[in-house]
């Protein structure tokens, strides 16, 4: 379980999180809210990226800030965070695949196994070889995608997992996104409809505060 315990933040003087509070114990959370509202910073807060302002991040019952640096490492590599703009490093798609999990420690059959068990899930097996510069921009979320769920991770921090993509992978991302939910806890910030479709608990985020889905929130 993650919980978020009056968590404020700022960049500057102006705080972008103001107290906020819940806990995540389903599968599914997707957060929504317009643009600047702060959805990006609170993911990136759940994640470990950010450190809070005020307030604690709890992932099974450890309290991120206050443990050893070791206990947050271990930690650490149960949450991942795909951030909004695909971040891929130099090299193959296959190397970018392949990093967290040599990182991790996973054995090279079994990172092979894992590369190719990703890369047929989200179907761009077709890429593998292809350098990470060479990549659309929709080709490129789809990699940062599959990178992390190859990975395994307890917890997965998805910040607008459905951007540039075209209508199939969008339902495709979608399925992939059910199955995994079975053994990977998501929390999904986005703008889209579609994305209401998976969710068990909805979120709206707005001038820093945190509230429930009312009827008429406007969505694309
Ligand atoms: N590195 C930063 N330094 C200063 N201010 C920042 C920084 N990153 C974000 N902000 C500000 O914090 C606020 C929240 O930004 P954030 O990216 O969390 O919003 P968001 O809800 O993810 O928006 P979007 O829907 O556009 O992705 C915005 O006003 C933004 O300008
Ligand atoms: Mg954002």
Redesign the pocket.
């Given at each position: 379980m993650i919980e978020v315990k009056d968590l404020w933040f700022k960049?500057?003087r102006e705080y972008?999180l103001k107290g906020i509070s819940f806990r995540f114990y389903n599968r599914i959370l997707v957060i929504i809210?317009?643009?600047?509202?702060?959805?990006?910073?609170?993911l990136k807060c759940i994640g470990g990226l950010l450190k809070p302002t005020r307030g604690k991040i709890i992932v099974d019952g450890k309290d991120y800030w206050s443990i050893s640096e070791s206990e947050r490492l271990v930690l650490r590599r149960s949450i991942i965070y795909v951030h909004?703009k695909p971040y891929l490093f130099r090299g193959s798609v296959l190397q970018n695949i392949e990093y967290p999990l040599k990182i991790r420690g996973v054995s090279s059959s079994e990172r092979s196994k894992r590369i190719r068990f990703a890369a047929k899930l989200l179907e761009i097996e077709y890429l593998l070889n292809k350098k990470s510069s060479e990549l659309s921009a929709g080709e490129a979320r789809l990699v940062a995608l599959a990178r992390a769920l190859a990975a395994e991770p307890k917890y997965l921090l998805l910040?607008?997992p459905l951007a540039n993509l075209d209508q199939s992978r969008v339902s495709l991302v979608l399925k992939v996104l059910k199955e995994v939910s079975t053994r990977t806890r998501l929390i999904i910030?986005s703008?889209r409809q579609q994305v209401l479709s998976l969710a068990e608990e909805v979120f709206v985020?707005e001038d820093g505060k945190l509230g429930k889905l009312s009827n008429d929130y406007c969505l694309v």
């Open positions: 960049y500057g972008v809210g317009p643009n600047g509202s702060g959805k990006t910073t609170l909004e910040d607008e910030a703008h985020l």
